[in-house]
Structures are given as C-alpha cells and as structure tokens.
C-alpha cells in the first residue's frame, strides 16, 4: 500500500469513528432526572438511583444517558423544566423531590413514562387511581415520609415530657399540606399536646419562623417532610441550634449536620427502587403494569452531641432503638 493511499485511509477511519461513537451514543435511551431539589443534597438519592438503574441493567454513560433537571427549591421552574425533558423526547422520566415535582411531570405529559419516588400519597395527590393498578404512564415508590406524625410527636414528648406547646413548620406551597395538618393537629390532640402552625415558603420565611415558634413558647418542633425544607436544612440546623429549640426533622441528613433527631423515610431506599423501576420500563414494561411500591424502611437517628450541648438527657432506651447515633 502507498504511504498517501495509507494516510487516508487512516483518516478515513479518524473521521468514522467518532461518528460511530456519536451513533452509539444516539442510540442511547434518555432518562429525564427532574426534583425540586438542588444536586448537592440529593446526591445520596441520586447515587442510589444509579444503583437501581444498574440493577436493572443499565449503566449511566454505558447504554443510558440522563438529563438532569434541578428545581434548587423554586417549585415555579418545575413547569418548564418537565415541558424541556417533553421536549427532548426522553424514554422514562424519574421524579424526585416531592410530590409537586410528580405532579408538574404529570401535566406535562400524558404519554411519556413517568416514575416517582416520593413521601406524598400518590392517589390522593391524583397521580395513580391506586397502588395496584395505577393506570395510565405513572408509577413509582411511596414512601413512609408524611404518614409519620403521631410517632414524630411521641418520640418528642419522650425526650421532653413536660413540653405542652410543639411548633409545626411547614411550606405553605407544598401540595401535601392539606393531607399533613389534619394529621399532625389529630396526633397532638391523641397525646395531650398544641400544635403551633408556623409556615415558610422562602430562605427569609424561615428566619421569621423559628423565631415565632420561640416567642409563643413552644418547647419543640416538628419539622414538615417537604423539599424545599430538606434544601434548607444547614439554615434550619442552625437556626435550632441559635435558639435552643429542640427539633425533630424527618430525614437522616439533618441530623448529621447537626440535627437533635431524625425519624423518617429512608429516601436512598425508595430511589434504588424507583430505578430499579426506570430500568424496567426501558426494557419495555408499561407503568400501567407496575404497582406502587411501598418503601416501609424507616431511621431514627439521635446527635448525642447536640443533645448535650441543649442540655437533655437522652433515655438509654431510646438510644437503644436508634438506628444511628451521632456522637
């Protein structure tokens, strides 16, 4: 072969092969990734996503590609953002962050699979006609995260006996208030207790907020299971810290970062499942065919450390029963 006939044909190849890496990577099926939520704190959630997507067979970069969506708190770009994975003709799009991210990708689209992995109820929301057979594109993980009020109050009144006021911060804009107060205000009344309702829907709201609970003489509070709450949980953390007040949040990140108590959902668990989900319906199945799962794995994770610096006592047999404490 001539030297000149040689190098062409080299660059033939050069040329040809990029472009065969950019079919392959064409060929790739597209998961939208949308939450409510910024990446930095969901990024437990999303890892353990990809988990659950590997499970099912697919490897992000290998044979599936994902487009990331985040919503940094501002559940007014939700909208736009699922209307762009829409747009992009993804095959699956995972929803994370709550149940308003759910219902943003719901209106969105009426064909394109849809997977949840929320605390919010699914059928009441509107998202399925039930958990077994959810109809139409959407399916998912429910998790435990706001059915959890009554034992949240109980562990509160187990560390502080003698608290009569609790405060209950929620976000007014989230879709699951109307489902949360009923419950929580049920199970105060059930252990003698008053619920004092305070909302922040903003960074500043919840400055205002905190200092409110303080002032009317609430001797704890509950923190909602909520997303913007869960992206402002360093904000939150300090501020409980600043004012003294011991708070019990709902997912174990609080607490390590320096939270009194954490009980709730094990969030990483509902996410491996909801990809385990996503793998199956690239594969071909259909949402309609998929119940709801229910993610039952719940954490209650006690700092120790914060405990001291407040000045309680925790009972032994608490601890006991924790599944994490922070020293």
């Given amino acids: ?18 472009r065969a890496a950019r079919a392959q990577q064409a060929a790739m099926p597209e998961v939208g990734f949308l939450s409510s939520t910024s990446s930095a704190p969901y990024a437990r959630f999303v890892a353990a996503f990809l988990q659950g997507l590997k499970e099912a067979g697919f490897v992000e970069g290998r044979n599936v590609t994902i487009a990331y969506r985040w919503g940094d708190g501002q559940f007014d770009r939700l909208p736009a953002m699922a209307d762009d994975l829409v747009s992009r003709k993804v095959a699956v799009i995972m929803v994370g962050g709550g149940g308003v991210t759910a219902l943003a990708a719901q209106k969105a689209t009426s064909t394109i699979p849809i997977v949840f992995a929320t605390g ?7 998202l399925v006609a039930s958990l077994n057979r959810p109809g139409g594109n959407i399916t998912g993980v429910n998790s435990l995260a706001v059915n ?10 187990d560390l502080l006996p003698s608290a009569v006021t609790i405060g209950f911060l929620l976000n007014p804009g989230s879709p699951n208030v109307p489902f949360d107060v009923p419950e929580m205000q049920s199970a105060a009344r059930a252990l003698g207790r008053h619920l004092l309702i305070v909302n922040a829907g903003s960074e500043r709201d919840i400055d205002t907020a905190l200092g409110s ?23 939150l953390v300090a501020l409980a810290a ?7 949040y709902f997912e174990r990140a609080f607490a390590a970062a320096g939270g009194l108590i954490s009980y709730g959902a094990d969030f990483a668990d509902a996410n ?14 259909k949402p309609a065919d998929l119940p709801v799962q229910q993610s039952t794995k719940v954490e209650l994770v006690i700092n120790l450390k914060t405990a001291k610096a407040l000045g309680m006592e925790i009972l032994a047999t608490l601890l006991a029963t924790a599944d994490e404490v922070i020293e």
């Fill in 1 to 18: 072969m001539k030297r000149r006939e040689f190098i062409t044909l080299v660059g033939g190849a050069a040329v040809l092969l990029p």
């Fill in 242 to 248: 600043r004012y003294a007040i011991p708070t019990m």
């Fill in 148 to 157: 959890l009020g009554q034992k949240r109050l109980q562990l509160l009144r």
């Fill in 213 to 235: 609970v303080v002032q009317q003489g609430a001797a704890a509070l509950v923190v909602q299971a909520e997303p913007f709450l869960f992206s402002r949980r360093d904000q």
């Fill in 120 to 126: 919010s109820d699914p059928v009441k929301l509107g």
């Fill in 272 to 285: 491996r499942q909801a990809g385990i989900y996503t793998g199956r319906i690239l594969k071909g199945e």
